[in-house]
Protein backbone atom coordinates (compact mmCIF):
# COMPACT_ATOMS: atom_id res chain seq x y z
CA UNK A 1 0.00 0.00 0.00
CA UNK A 2 1.39 3.17 -1.23
CA UNK A 3 -0.40 5.49 1.04
CA UNK A 4 0.40 6.21 4.40
CA UNK A 5 -0.43 4.59 7.38
CA UNK A 6 -1.89 7.56 9.55
CA UNK A 7 -3.82 8.56 5.82
CA UNK A 8 -6.22 5.29 6.46
CA UNK A 9 -7.04 6.82 9.79
CA UNK A 10 -10.29 7.63 11.07
CA UNK A 11 -11.59 9.24 13.55
CA UNK A 12 -14.92 7.86 15.37
CA UNK A 13 -17.82 9.88 15.29
CA UNK A 14 -19.28 8.64 18.85
CA UNK A 15 -17.85 7.60 22.20
CA UNK A 16 -19.05 4.20 21.55
CA UNK A 17 -18.20 3.31 17.67
CA UNK A 18 -14.97 2.14 17.74
CA UNK A 19 -15.67 -1.34 16.37
CA UNK A 20 -17.14 0.63 13.52
CA UNK A 21 -14.50 3.11 12.93
CA UNK A 22 -12.07 0.16 12.92
CA UNK A 23 -13.97 -1.72 10.36
CA UNK A 24 -13.17 1.60 8.22
CA UNK A 25 -9.99 1.65 8.86
CA UNK A 26 -9.22 -1.77 7.91
CA UNK A 27 -11.90 -1.32 4.48
CA UNK A 28 -9.49 1.82 3.50
CA UNK A 29 -6.41 -0.53 4.19
CA UNK A 30 -7.72 -3.43 2.05
CA UNK A 31 -9.19 -1.06 -0.59
CA UNK A 32 -9.35 -0.25 -3.65
CA UNK A 33 -13.05 -0.29 -3.18
CA UNK A 34 -14.80 3.16 -2.12
CA UNK A 35 -15.32 2.70 1.91
CA UNK A 36 -18.23 3.40 3.39
CA UNK A 37 -17.91 5.63 5.93
CA UNK A 38 -19.07 5.14 10.02
CA UNK A 39 -22.99 6.19 9.36
CA UNK A 40 -23.15 3.97 6.85
CA UNK A 41 -21.53 0.75 8.51
CA UNK A 42 -23.33 1.54 11.53
CA UNK A 43 -27.43 1.79 9.83
CA UNK A 44 -26.07 -1.51 8.52
CA UNK A 45 -25.62 -3.67 11.76
CA UNK A 46 -27.86 -5.17 14.06
CA UNK A 47 -28.04 -3.87 17.82
CA UNK A 48 -26.10 -3.61 19.96
CA UNK A 49 -23.92 -1.29 17.68
CA UNK A 50 -20.97 -1.91 19.89
CA UNK A 51 -20.92 -5.31 19.10
CA UNK A 52 -17.87 -7.42 17.90
CA UNK A 53 -19.76 -10.07 16.24
CA UNK A 54 -20.81 -7.05 13.77
CA UNK A 55 -17.28 -6.80 12.68
CA UNK A 56 -17.40 -9.90 11.49
CA UNK A 57 -18.33 -8.69 7.91
CA UNK A 58 -14.62 -7.98 7.04
CA UNK A 59 -13.14 -11.65 8.25
CA UNK A 60 -13.70 -13.87 11.23
CA UNK A 61 -12.96 -13.51 14.93
CA UNK A 62 -10.62 -15.33 17.19
CA UNK A 63 -9.77 -15.35 20.85
CA UNK A 64 -5.75 -15.99 21.65
CA UNK A 65 -5.18 -15.92 25.25
CA UNK A 66 -3.40 -12.96 26.21
CA UNK A 67 -1.48 -15.32 28.93
CA UNK A 68 -0.38 -18.14 25.89
CA UNK A 69 2.98 -17.70 24.71
CA UNK A 70 2.43 -18.34 21.07
CA UNK A 71 -0.57 -15.63 20.99
CA UNK A 72 1.86 -12.92 19.92
CA UNK A 73 3.70 -15.12 17.68
CA UNK A 74 0.70 -15.88 16.17
CA UNK A 75 -0.01 -12.11 16.01
CA UNK A 76 3.30 -11.53 14.07
CA UNK A 77 2.45 -14.02 11.49
CA UNK A 78 -1.41 -12.51 10.83
CA UNK A 79 0.59 -8.84 10.76
CA UNK A 80 2.57 -10.06 7.57
CA UNK A 81 0.15 -9.82 5.36
CA UNK A 82 -3.17 -7.68 6.91
CA UNK A 83 -4.15 -5.49 9.48
CA UNK A 84 -6.11 -6.47 12.37
CA UNK A 85 -8.63 -5.35 15.00
CA UNK A 86 -8.17 -6.01 18.75
CA UNK A 87 -9.84 -4.65 21.66
CA UNK A 88 -7.83 -3.34 24.46
CA UNK A 89 -9.09 -2.46 27.95
CA UNK A 90 -8.55 0.96 28.22
CA UNK A 91 -7.51 1.02 31.91
CA UNK A 92 -4.00 -0.15 30.79
CA UNK A 93 -4.16 1.35 27.34
CA UNK A 94 -4.37 5.12 28.87
CA UNK A 95 -2.00 4.14 31.54
CA UNK A 96 0.47 3.39 28.92
CA UNK A 97 0.09 5.67 26.51
CA UNK A 98 -0.04 8.54 29.38
CA UNK A 99 3.29 7.26 30.44
CA UNK A 100 5.39 8.10 27.15
CA UNK A 101 3.97 11.36 26.54
CA UNK A 102 0.91 13.35 27.40
CA UNK A 103 -1.90 11.78 26.47
CA UNK A 104 -3.77 12.06 23.06
CA UNK A 105 -6.81 14.66 23.18
CA UNK A 106 -10.25 13.20 22.02
CA UNK A 107 -13.27 15.17 21.15
CA UNK A 108 -15.31 12.80 23.18
CA UNK A 109 -13.13 13.48 26.43
CA UNK A 110 -11.02 10.97 28.34
CA UNK A 111 -11.27 7.14 27.11
CA UNK A 112 -11.41 6.72 30.74
CA UNK A 113 -11.87 9.69 33.24
CA UNK A 114 -9.47 7.96 36.13
CA UNK A 115 -6.48 9.72 37.31
CA UNK A 116 -4.68 6.39 37.35
CA UNK A 117 -6.53 3.86 34.99
CA UNK A 118 -4.19 1.12 35.26
CA UNK A 119 -6.05 -1.56 37.51
CA UNK A 120 -9.65 -0.23 36.03
CA UNK A 121 -9.95 -2.07 32.92
CA UNK A 122 -13.65 -0.48 32.06
CA UNK A 123 -15.13 -1.83 28.48
CA UNK A 124 -13.12 -3.48 25.29
CA UNK A 125 -12.22 -0.70 23.16
CA UNK A 126 -11.53 -1.74 19.63
CA UNK A 127 -8.14 -0.64 17.78
CA UNK A 128 -6.41 -1.96 14.40
CA UNK A 129 -2.97 -3.30 14.56
CA UNK A 130 -0.47 -2.22 12.18
CA UNK A 131 3.10 -3.73 12.29
CA UNK A 132 4.65 -5.45 14.84
CA UNK A 133 7.70 -3.87 15.06
CA UNK A 134 10.80 -5.46 16.63
CA UNK A 135 11.88 -4.28 19.54
CA UNK A 136 9.43 -2.12 19.90
CA UNK A 137 6.08 -4.15 20.32
CA UNK A 138 3.37 -3.29 18.32
CA UNK A 139 2.57 -0.08 16.40
CA UNK A 140 -1.72 0.33 16.12
CA UNK A 141 -4.14 2.77 14.86
CA UNK A 142 -6.83 4.26 17.55
CA UNK A 143 -10.58 5.53 16.62
CA UNK A 144 -10.78 7.23 19.61
CA UNK A 145 -8.32 9.71 18.83
CA UNK A 146 -7.69 12.03 16.12
CA UNK A 147 -4.94 11.52 13.47
CA UNK A 148 -2.43 13.51 14.65
CA UNK A 149 0.31 11.74 16.03
CA UNK A 150 -0.63 8.05 14.97
CA UNK A 151 0.59 5.33 14.71
CA UNK A 152 0.61 4.70 18.15
CA UNK A 153 2.68 1.78 19.84
CA UNK A 154 3.22 0.12 22.47
CA UNK A 155 5.79 -3.25 23.66
CA UNK A 156 4.55 -6.34 23.94
CA UNK A 157 4.43 -6.29 27.51
CA UNK A 158 2.31 -3.55 27.28
CA UNK A 159 0.29 -4.79 24.85
CA UNK A 160 -0.22 -8.21 26.62
CA UNK A 161 -1.36 -6.64 29.92
CA UNK A 162 -3.84 -4.40 28.08
CA UNK A 163 -4.90 -7.07 25.40
CA UNK A 164 -8.39 -9.28 25.97
CA UNK A 165 -7.42 -11.73 23.91
CA UNK A 166 -9.89 -10.84 21.21
CA UNK A 167 -8.94 -10.51 17.67
CA UNK A 168 -10.45 -9.93 14.10
CA UNK A 169 -8.65 -11.53 11.18
CA UNK A 170 -9.96 -9.50 7.91
CA UNK A 171 -10.56 -11.94 5.31
CA UNK A 172 -8.32 -10.91 2.13
CA UNK A 173 -9.77 -11.58 -1.19
CA UNK A 174 -6.91 -14.20 -2.27
CA UNK A 175 -8.96 -16.19 1.71
CA UNK A 176 -11.75 -16.03 -0.10
CA UNK A 177 -10.42 -17.63 -3.28
CA UNK A 178 -8.54 -20.46 -1.37
CA UNK A 179 -11.79 -20.92 0.70
CA UNK A 180 -13.84 -21.53 -2.40
CA UNK A 181 -10.93 -24.04 -3.79
CA UNK A 182 -11.06 -26.41 -0.29
CA UNK A 183 -14.77 -27.09 -0.58
Excluded at 14 to 39: F, K, L, N, Q, Y
Excluded at 118 to 127: I, S
Excluded at 130 to 143: F, H, M, N, S, T
Aim: with cysteine; aromatic share 10%.
Amino acid sequence: MSRKVVELHREQEHPWSCVAASVCIVRAWMGPDPTPDEATILASWPEPKTSLANAQEIGRGSFWDPDDPNSLDRLGAALRDRWLIVTLFPGPLTYFTRRRRPAPVSRHGPLLPYEDPRNVPGLPHAVVLVEAIEPEGIRYLDPYYPSAGQPFSLTEDEFLEAWTGYVMIPTLPRDAVLDVLET
